[in-house]
């Protein structure tokens, strides 16, 4: 069941999700396996139709699943959830197979997706087909991904647009910048038009 303020997004605003460079959740599942991991390198490559790019190392269980499964979301955690992104971005399932429990994490489905996890307590979330590139993958490991169904929390992102200035601080989304330090989004600087 999906949560309170789980709010569809036309998918030609879903770049917007991810367009000011967040700290995302990479979520899939395979053969009756879930895992998350945390990306801090995602972001919105085509408008029409909307396509993404996260890097996924060869060394996570995430990119055994992206890759057995056709599918992975990018959910987009707030301030809210920073510990728990940081613990399954340091925990791998490889060696931590309960990682998910360890660290809080609760998933549910989307209606029309309900073979991808949704990252409970998030603020954004974007539903992927892969779209493989076997070079771009084994060489960079850089996955494209379209997005087939993207959501936000209403409180947060509404009209095609983010609002945290009248939001409270802890839905502000997560910016990651190494050794365990994460900003938050800060205060908006409109210039020009509304688009």
Known sequence: MPPPHFTPVALDKAYRLINHGPTVLVSSAHAG???????AWACALDFSPPKVTVVIDKA???RALVEGSGAFALCVPP???????????????LTVPDKLARHGVKTFHAPGHEALPLVDGC??????RLMPEPHNQTAYDLFIGEVVGAWADERVFRAGRWHFDGAPDELRTLHYVAGGQFYATGASVQVGGTQ
């Open 33 to 39: 396996e879930v895992n998350v991991m945390s990306a």
């Open 123 to 128: 603020v954004a979330w974007l539903a992927c």
């Open 79 to 93: 301030v809210g959830l920073a510990a728990l992104a940081f613990g399954v971005g340091s925990d791998s399932a």
């Open 60 to 62: 996570t269980r995430t």
